[in-house]
């Protein structure tokens, strides 16, 4: 079994990443930590724990920080819906939340697995920056972690520099992004356009007639026309999901390197933009890769297993 | 009963004259030591911790390790040239017996205040990156804390690190303005008033003469510590005297007068570290915090040579 942990601010596309995980046979989710981002931490704990129990899993769902480490948070309620789940109002789970901090089950998780543990983020970083800064033995116990966020190779999408995960809490980013932690960061680009999930491929999904594709389809409704109204994609984008993607399956990355990647955490025009030496002009060490292209249709096919 | 608190320190010479006196102190119950870089790097403030809470028998007080890097500033500035290599004045003291707990000193902070809810005042004398995490990972317990009271920052003389920036605040501002932003009762003791605390070599001479563990480990470390006041203020062997003003604060805090005022620290540039009081509150709404300004200074000195003496 492979075991992996994640980390999720979970709101709609976050749910459909962590039931793909759980619906993996030979995947162990050890523990889900939950982080302020699109939705504050206590709504984002309800959210995980209905997916996992959705799932028929008791997952342990940990809260940790409610709150980014140096700014305001910022909700993304227009994105998501009020519920973070497109508005469906899910009824609260019988899956209880863990007593335990997030940030501290997180070192004892990894620290009992060394170099076993696969570690997915799916919001903004500032549980693992905490964990790093309490444990830095963690970041060389980790054995691959797969961020979803920043923007490598496209414009930013809360600000024209900045992806939302990063935007959230740049200085966490920084942090993790030059702890040691082995880390593939997979940016939201790689859920756009062709990425996206188009009308036809929605109908075909709703066709699977499982409660997993209803799921999916369902807590996403807000999450859909804002994509198509605001973004002006063409269907469904699934960034979370994406990388969840990559982390199952790393041949879905069909195209990564390594790089001097930084965070801009003090730009007024700037601040969360994720900047990668890619020329090597900065003359300094890679710390981080970058996945610059997915197999679309890979990704696709295995999230329709997943919800099949 | 005895007042509860956790000494987060970096020892470090005046940090040593600081945690022997509360441990000397009947009106304080030192329920741990957390470690913390700034006057050496956190692998030696964690063993000088021990070493402290062993030097007068007070072995079963907890020391809890702390983080090794500010929040997200570079580690600079270990100041090996105001307390030694060794953060004990360059006297190479043998190694303590025990070891520190398995808790980071974050989590240990936590915990002991969620077992305590509103008796423990937290009393950081060195960087502020432990009381940052410990807030950041669990805002739940700024509601539980008692009272921060603070060694670090100045908001009217200038600064010692940097023209305008005290120590402690400078080697990790962020966490500093986190501290600064905590909604329970934070005390800053700082340069405002410990500088105006001088501990004169005659002083010195009269707490060696006491010749008790404390005072003769005093004693050895101390040269380089009055050596830098001499080298930077000219002070010919007297010293200031600032962790142990946070300590006479928590005994008997009619010793200061203080004023209530939000503190804000500059994070970036030249001015790096500074605290500034926004006394006329004209920049975004911020709680206050307490902010001595004045101090009896014969009264602290008389406080900690009586508890270092008898």
Request: charged fraction near 20%; glycine fraction near 8%.
């Amino acid at each position: 079994m492979r075991k992996f942990w994640i980390d999720t601010d979970t709101a709609s596309d976050d749910a459909v990443a962590i039931l793909m995980a759980l619906r993996t046979d030979d995947v162990d989710v050890l523990g889900i930590s939950v982080v302020a981002g699109n939705v504050p931490a206590e709504q984002g704990s309800k959210n995980a724990r209905y997916t996992a129990e959705l799932c028929g899993k008791k997952t342990p769902v940990y809260m940790g920080a409610t709150h980014p480490l140096m700014r305001e948070p910022e909700w993304a309620y227009f994105f998501h819906g009020n519920d973070g789940m497109g508005n469906m109002n899910y009824p609260e789970a019988s899956l209880p939340l863990q007593k335990e901090n997030g940030v501290f089950a997180f070192i004892e998780a990894v620290r009992a697995n060394p170099g076993e543990i696969t570690l997915v983020t799916l919001g903004p970083l500032t549980n693992i920056a905490l964990a790093l800064r309490l444990a830095p033995d963690i970041a060389k116990k980790i054995s691959m972690c797969y961020t979803m966020g920043g923007a490598a190779i496209t414009l930013g999408n809360v600000t024209p520099a900045a992806e939302y995960n990063i935007y959230i809490d740049p200085e966490a980013a920084k942090i993790v992004f030059h702890s040691g932690i082995p880390l593939l960061m997979v940016g939201w680009e790689h859920c756009m356009g062709e990425a996206n999930f188009s009308a036809d491929e929605m109908k075909m999904m709703r066709s699977f007639n499982t409660k997993y594709a209803d799921f999916t389809l369902d807590c996403n409704a807000t999450a859909i026309s804002t994509n198509q109204n605001w973004l002006s994609e063409p269907g469904l984008a699934l960034p979370d999901p994406v990388t969840m993607a990559v982390a199952l399956d790393p041949s879905i990355c069909t195209e990564r390197g390594s790089y001097y990647v930084d965070v801009e955490t003090i730009g007024e025009a700037t601040h969360g933009m994720t900047v990668v030496d890619k020329l090597g002009v900065t003359n300094k060490p890679a710390n981080i890769e970058v996945c610059w292209k997915i197999d679309i249709q890979a990704w696709k096919n295995l999230l329709y297993e997943r919800i099949k | 009963m005895p007042q509860k608190i956790i000494i987060d320190t970096d020892p470090g010479v005046d940090d040593t004259i600081a945690i022997t006196t509360a441990l000397r102190s009947p009106e304080l119950e030192v329920l741990g030591l957390t470690s913390i870089f700034g006057n050496a790097i956190t692998e030696t403030t964690t063993q000088n911790a021990l070493r402290l809470v062993e030097l007068e028998g007070h072995d079963s007080i907890p020391v809890a390790r702390g983080c090794e890097v500010p929040l997200l500033m570079e580690l600079e500035g270990i100041a090996s040239d105001v307390h030694g290599r060794d953060g004990m004045g360059n006297t190479n003291l043998p190694a303590p017996k025990g070891k520190a707990i398995e808790k980071s000193a974050a989590e240990f902070i936590i915990d002991t205040v969620r077992a305590y809810p509103g008796e423990v005042i937290l009393a950081p004398v060195g960087p502020l990156t432990n009381i940052a995490l410990a807030l950041e990972i669990d805002p739940g317990i700024a509601s539980l804390i008692k009272k921060i009271v603070l060694m670090g920052g100045t908001v009217s003389v200038t600064g010692n690190i940097s023209p305008v920036a005290e120590a402690n605040i400078y080697h990790d501002a962020h966490a500093a303005d986190i501290v600064m932003q905590a909604s329970c009762p934070v005390v800053m003791v700082g340069l405002d008033v410990t500088e105006q605390v001088i501990m004169t070599p005659q002083y010195f001479e009269e707490l060696f003469k006491a010749e008790n563990p404390a005072t003769n480990l005093i004693k050895r470390i101390l040269p380089v510590y009055q050596e830098y006041h001499d080298r930077f203020r000219g002070m010919g062997g007297s010293t200031h005297t600032h962790d142990p003003s946070a300590i006479a604060y928590l005994i008997d805090p009619d010793l200061f007068k203080t004023q209530s005022v939000p503190v804000f620290v500059e994070t970036k540039g030249h001015c790096k570290g500074k605290t500034t009081a926004d006394w006329h509150k004209q920049w975004e709404s911020r709680v206050d915090t307490e902010v001595c300004m004045e101090v009896n200074s014969s009264g602290v000195l008389d406080l900690i040579k009586e508890r270092l003496t008898k």
